[in-house]
């Protein structure tokens, strides 16, 4: 009985931990994006609150938790305050198996890839009840754009790591991370080019982000699903989406670049490299991708809605099939 | 389709290039005026707010209620009210509706003594539609404001000697206008400290 | 559910929608996202600019033609110029013929930059926005520089221009059409290639060219499906008969095409700026008999006729003219396409009447034609690509 109790109290703690550290990071994150964006359009990006505006999340977070709380008439009340509610607890819930150094996770089960696609998929939830909630028609088509680019995009998610399950042997995310060590290469980016590629096109369409950004395309549906929110609600919603970018920043990490450990060719020729935590190695991979993710938004127009479907169908999902075909068959012969 | 352009296109070459630029702007120099902490200066001649001419010598407006400039207004935001004295015709107030103004100067081309300005000055916005009908005692006030401002010693509108038009078609009070002489800010200054230990 | 209880979905796209550019509003009937039907609004951005110039004598009438189309006002102001004087048949001095054509090529390419900026942005390209913003800001300053003004410049007067422009006025702005080229590149190596943009915008409203001219489109729109058709080079007006420039076409008449044209037209633009600077002529900036802001003689004389009549056509009577002519058009190519000015006039100084033809104005009857049968992602690419500016269509 003892024992339980610790074990639930130790867990307690340490998402505790997590949460808060992983909160401060998202809302950096959103002053990064703001930041990268701005000096890519030659801008500057917050300046006034605090050096270079760096207390800029901070106010904005007030801001958002004191605002006036507005529901719009004729929404269905239920749903509306729920929505946001599910995509944020789907969005965190992913972290509970993620691997951040050796040993360094809530909780390490071993179906932790079927788990995070998994309860990914339920984060598209809280997007259609939010859009079909709305009672706006706005809102409307962005649930139903998101739900339909969620759905078939995932398929594509899923595929491009197959190629990695089948060759670390496992679904549990610190076994990938140590089987990639095994090889000479250190990451499965280099045998899994194909795989990468596909996953990273996916996790922009999964994360609702530029060139895919159709649910909340600005200049078509205004904000999409949630038009009709505003403060602590909305925050919901950007929080989730962030969350989101991390996870799948996280997982691209662990299942393409090695995650918190240093190829071994890498060391043989740097050897100095090996005092580097591997918290700040799995940190800096993470930020890469988060950076990525800002680079493309700076940079790409956006797709329409049936030529993203296309993508979605006709070469992504055949690319990945293709690249579990090439991976079986080099493990069939290894 | 040949064979380079297949490959351009496989290997997403033109996004590239596109990520290439966004990357090379990222560490370049960014343009951006951070507005209320520093400011674009304007090019003399800018149409901003309206003032009226404070005369040097008698220290009071130069406006002689000639009605020229209220006729040739295109938004009639300006309204002159003279009363006829034994002196002759006296301009009592002065009143420009800056809401209704669209700023083409015309009025100040107009003006036969060159007693009307469009300044430099371009902040003055206001919480309250009051604040910008300008009568009389404001306009010399923008004047004033206006001039504390001014980086040089003299003052002059382009507008004032309308170019194309051949001088010796202006009136000789408009051919005549020189510069104006500016209070320097310094002086002004002085004599607020010099009132303010007086009184 | 029973199908006699299922109608399409109406959507209310705009007036205040980001991306109908100012306050178009087009209700749309959609089934799913395809358009079955596409009835544009427009009007709420009406003053009557019209009406108004019927109360106001032709030198007052010049401000308010700046409102039309606030993104080129300098076209505007030409165009009115042009077709006062061709009413009181004034002739414009050289030089100032010189410099209405550069700043009107300015003004083009401004309202280019603004083109080229919310339709990228519309279609997702956000970074292209701020850079065309970036070369927008100095050519604003260059026209603040001379007119007094970054927007609204009421530069152009009845027979000639207002000021005259300086040396260190032409030499930044030669400095500035020279790097030009090079920036254009920038915006192309951000979409012109990128196989996003060409899949959002090659054969996405298709018009044919026989069917552009049925419609009565005009400028970039009309020349991308192929009709070479340019009011400076069929009606030189002012010094476009005297630089060399050529017109580009598109081919297809797709959204590709109207955008590939407009991006040949800033270079161009680039060009004739560069030959107006060297070939600019001395001598005069405004014509002798052209009507002024009379000043009498002696400011303290103050007549009631005087007043009444201030703004008035000085060297000629009314009646002369007035037999000669009793209404005019006159038409220039604004960077939207053609635009022209109808004047009908009685014995005064004021317009009986004054018509504008806006391009606007008859791009927007075009909408419906472009957008019907595909997607709400195309009618922003639509709307973006007939370039309209609702001062100017409203009026």
Redesign the interface.
């Known amino acids: 009985m003892m024992e339980t109790l610790s074990v639930i109290f130790v867990t307690i703690i340490k998402t505790a931990i997590y949460f808060g550290i992983l909160m401060l990071h998202v809302a950096y994150a959103t002053y990064a994006e703001r930041k990268v964006i701005g000096h890519i359009q030659l801008r500057l990006g917050p300046m006034v609150i605090g050096p270079h505006g760096i207390l800029q999340p901070i106010a904005d977070v007030v801001k958002l938790i004191f605002k006036e709380d507005i529901i719009p008439s004729n929404v269905d009340r239920r749903i509306f305050t729920i929505a946001p509610l599910i995509s944020l607890t789907a969005a965190l819930s992913t972290f509970a198996v993620i691997p951040v150094n050796d040993g360094w996770v809530i909780s390490d089960i071993n179906v932790g890839i079927l788990y995070v696609l998994g309860i990914a998929g339920i984060g598209t939830y809280g997007i259609i009840f939010a859009g079909w909630s709305s009672n706006s028609k706005y809102a409307f088509l962005g649930g139903l754009r998101s739900a339909a680019q969620m759905i078939s995009y995932e398929v594509a998610l899923a595929m491009s790591l197959v190629g990695v399950i089948l060759m670390a042997e496992s679904f549990n995310l610190t076994e990938i991370v140590n089987k990639q060590q095994e090889y000479w290469y250190g990451m499965f980016l280099f045998p899994q080019i194909i795989g990468y590629f596909v996953f990273v096109v996916a996790m922009l369409a999964e994360t609702n982000r530029v060139p895919f950004d159709l649910p909340e395309a600005e200049t078509e549906l205004v904000a999409g699903y949630f038009v009709e929110y505003s403060g602590i609600r909305f925050a919901l919603f950007y929080l989730a989406e962030y969350l989101a970018m991390f996870c799948m920043s996280a997982l691209a990490t662990i299942c393409f670049w090695g995650g918190w450990t240093v190829p071994a060719f890498l060391l043989k020729f740097f050897p100095f490299l090996e005092i580097v935590p591997g918290i700040i190695w799995f940190i800096l991979k993470v930020y890469f991708h988060i950076f990525l993710f800002l680079w493309l938004r700076g940079t790409l127009p956006r797709y329409r809605y049936d030529q993203l479907m296309a993508i979605g169908w006709k070469v992504l999902i055949p690319l990945a099939l293709l690249n579990i075909v090439i991976t079986s068959l080099f493990k069939y012969y290894h | 389709m040949n064979l380079r352009e297949l490959l351009n296109?496989i290997f997403?070459i033109?996004?590239f290039?596109?990520?290439a630029?966004?990357?090379k702007?990222?560490?370049?120099?960014?343009?951006?005026i951070?507005y209320p902490f520093e400011r674009r200066k304007?090019?003399e001649?800018?149409?901003g707010r309206h003032a009226l001419v404070r005369d040097p010598f008698s220290g009071n407006d130069k406006c002689?209620g000639?009605?020229?400039c209220t006729?040739?207004?295109?938004s009639r935001c300006i309204f002159i009210k003279r009363e006829k004295t034994e002196k002759g015709?006296v301009v009592t107030d002065y009143i420009i509706d800056a809401s209704r103004c669209?700023?083409?100067?015309?009025c100040v081309?107009?003006c036969?003594?060159c007693a009307l300005v469009?300044t430099e000055d371009y902040e003055y916005s206001s919480y309250d539609r009051k604040e910008l009908i300008f009568n009389k005692e404001k306009l010399l006030k923008n004047w004033d404001e206006f001039t504390k401002k001014w980086p040089h010693d003299y003052y002059f509108n382009?507008?004032w000697q309308?170019?194309?038009?051949d001088p010796s078609?202006?009136?000789?009070?408009?051919r005549e206008q020189g510069p104006i002489p500016i209070k320097r800010a310094v002086e002004i200054k002085r004599e607020e400290q010099n009132e303010s230990i007086s009184s | 559910m029973n199908p006699e209880n299922t109608r399409e979905l109406l959507i209310n796209m705009g007036p205040h929608h980001p991306a109908t550019h100012g306050v178009l509003r087009l209700v749309l009937e959609v089934e799913g996202e395809v358009i079955r039907k596409c009835i544009p609004h427009i009007g709420y951005l009406h003053r009557g600019v019209e009406k108004l110039a019927e109360d106001l004598t032709y030198v007052q009438a010049l401000p308010i033609t700046d409102r039309l189309d606030y993104l080129s006002s300098m076209v505007n102001n030409v165009g009115f110029c042009l077709a006062v004087e061709k009413l009181l048949g004034i002739d414009v001095p050289e030089r100032a013929k010189f410099i209405r054509t550069m700043m009107a090529e300015m003004a083009r390419i401004c309202s280019h930059l603004v083109w080229i900026a919310t339709h990228a942005l519309d279609i997702g390209a956000m970074t292209v926005f701020l850079y065309a913003m970036r070369d927008r800001e100095k050519l604003l300053e260059l026209f603040e520089m001379v007119t007094g003004a970054r927007l609204t410049v009421s530069y152009p007067r009845i027979g000639g221009v207002r000021c005259d422009v300086n040396e260190q006025f032409l030499e930044e702005l030669y400095k500035f059409v020279d790097e030009f080229p090079k920036k254009v590149e920038e915006y192309e190596t951000l979409i012109d290639q990128n196989r996003i943009w060409l899949k959002r915008t090659k054969g996405v409203g298709v018009i044919s060219a026989e069917e552009a001219i049925n419609w009565g489109l005009t400028g970039p729109t009309l020349r991308g499906s192929g009709v070479y058709y340019d009011v400076r080079k069929f009606f030189p007006y002012d010094a476009y008969d005297k630089v060399e420039f050529d017109v580009p076409l598109g081919k297809n008449g797709d959204v590709y095409d109207r955008y590939k044209c407009r991006m040949l037209e800033f270079r161009q633009s680039a060009k004739i700026i560069k030959q107006c600077i060297e070939k600019l002529p001395d001598g005069a900036i405004l014509s002798e008999n052209s009507p002024r802001i009379r000043m009498p003689a002696s400011p303290l004389k103050i007549d009631k006729k005087d007043i009444q009549f201030e703004i008035f056509i000085e060297d000629k009577t009314i009646e002369e003219f007035i037999k000669k002519f009793t209404d005019v058009y006159a038409s220039v190519e604004s960077p939207r396409g053609e635009l022209g000015y109808y004047i009908v006039c009685d014995d005064s100084a004021k317009p009986y009447r004054m018509r504008v033809r806006a391009p606007s104005f008859v791009h927007v009857g075009v909408l419906p034609r472009l957008c019907e049968g595909s997607l709400i992602a195309d009618v922003i690419a639509n709307i973006g690509s007939i370039d309209i500016v609702l001062g100017e269509c409203d009026r």
């Open positions: 296109k997403l033109e996004v290039k596109g990520l630029l966004t990357l702007m990222l560490f370049s120099k960014s343009v951006t951070q304007v090019y001649g800018f149409r002689i000639c009605m020229r006729t040739v207004c295109p015709m669209i700023f083409c100067a015309y081309e107009a036969p003594v469009l382009k507008f309308p170019p194309g038009i078609r202006w009136p000789k009070t408009k």
